[in-house]
């Protein structure tokens, strides 16, 4: 499939036809899901987080739209890493990257995983370091020393481009540290952000939450959170190697919203609640509004615009 040169990209030196994947998230557990994406517009096919074993996921009802975006606690329900590691020479059939997405429930089950795809033929490995559903299981991504611990043995373990997949930070020192750690290791490239974890909608008539797992406390997903994804992509393009390339994830649902994250910074970004809700034409639509707006702008590619948000 041709598309226009304006919106090729690259993450980790891998290059992308176009600016917009799917994200680690919805519709892209089983193989049949995989490969209507490898049939779409999306620049690469980016797998559902895999653990070491199949998981059906959380009880139901477990997700649940809402007026700008959706709340869920999937729990990571996926074919287990074995699946993927057989899906991937017929997923890079389609021509485009193959992103592995990995969320073990322990240093050694990510350990396991990350050297099993390293003898793969997968074209980039992004470890999932902000899940938010999985009751008894805090986010790596919030404590700052396990996420040292984890890269020092993950790193060492691949030359292929490795990822981690960053939950939303809120404060500036925050940024700061983690930053800091991450300049120390050769990875590849963050996506940032996954969903606001542990929020909780309430339903007046039913006087109940939305969701069932974790009590009601699920991740907050779509328009909601742009604003977050874009702070987030920003203060760490302020604030990484140049190197560390950026996959700018939250509320992308339009061509003016992937515009947007190029500015603040993203090499390329992925969709997820708007894959959800619309299907998987939404990345030839994203592609062809982010490229329409390029054109009337009057810029010749995508990489002009990347990081060059302007200051006042
Ligand atoms: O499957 C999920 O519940 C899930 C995962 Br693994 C994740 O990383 N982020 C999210 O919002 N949901």
Do not use: W
């Amino acid at each position: 499939m041709t598309r226009p040169t304006t919106l090729q990209s690259s993450i980790g030196q891998v290059t992308l036809d176009s600016y917009v994947m799917n994200a680690s998230g919805p519709r892209c557990s089983s193989a049949e899901e995989l490969h209507l994406i490898g049939r779409s517009n999306a620049a690469a096919i980016v797998t559902k987080s895999c653990t070491i074993l199949p998981r059906e996921g959380n009880a139901e009802p477990r997700y649940r739209d809402l007026e700008l975006g959706a709340i869920q606690s999937m729990g990571l329900p996926n074919l287990g890493y074995n699946a993927y590691l057989d899906l991937v020479p017929e997923l890079l059939e389609h021509n485009k990257p193959v992103v592995v997405s990995i969320s073990g429930l322990s240093l050694a089950d990510n350990e396991t995983m990350v050297k099993a795809f390293d003898g793969s033929d997968a074209s980039l490995l992004e470890v999932n370091f902000s899940c938010p559903n999985i009751a008894g299981k805090p986010q790596t991504a919030y404590d700052f020393e396990q996420v040292e611990n984890s890269l020092t043995r993950l790193c060492s373990l691949t030359d292929k481009p490795l990822g981690i997949k960053l939950a939303p930070y809120f404060d500036m020192s925050h940024f700061d540290s983690m930053a800091e750690i991450l300049n120390r290791f050769p990875i590849a490239f963050i996506s940032t952000i996954n969903s606001i974890g542990n929020t909780l909608i309430i339903d007046p008539q039913t006087e109940r939450a939305v969701i069932k797992p974790k009590g009601g406390f699920g991740g907050l997903c779509g328009q909601y959170v742009k604003p977050i994804g874009l702070a987030n992509v920003h203060a760490f393009r302020q604030r990484l190697r140049d190197d560390i390339d950026i996959v700018g994830v939250g509320g992308i649902y339009n061509g003016t919203d992937a515009f947007e994250y190029a500015l603040a910074g993203a090499s390329a970004v992925q969709v997820a609640t708007s894959f959800q809700q619309q299907g998987e034409g939404c990345f030839q639509r994203i592609n062809d509004e982010l490229a329409a707006l390029l054109e009337a702008k009057g810029y010749a590619s995508i990489k002009e615009v990347i990081g060059q948000l302007k200051a006042f």
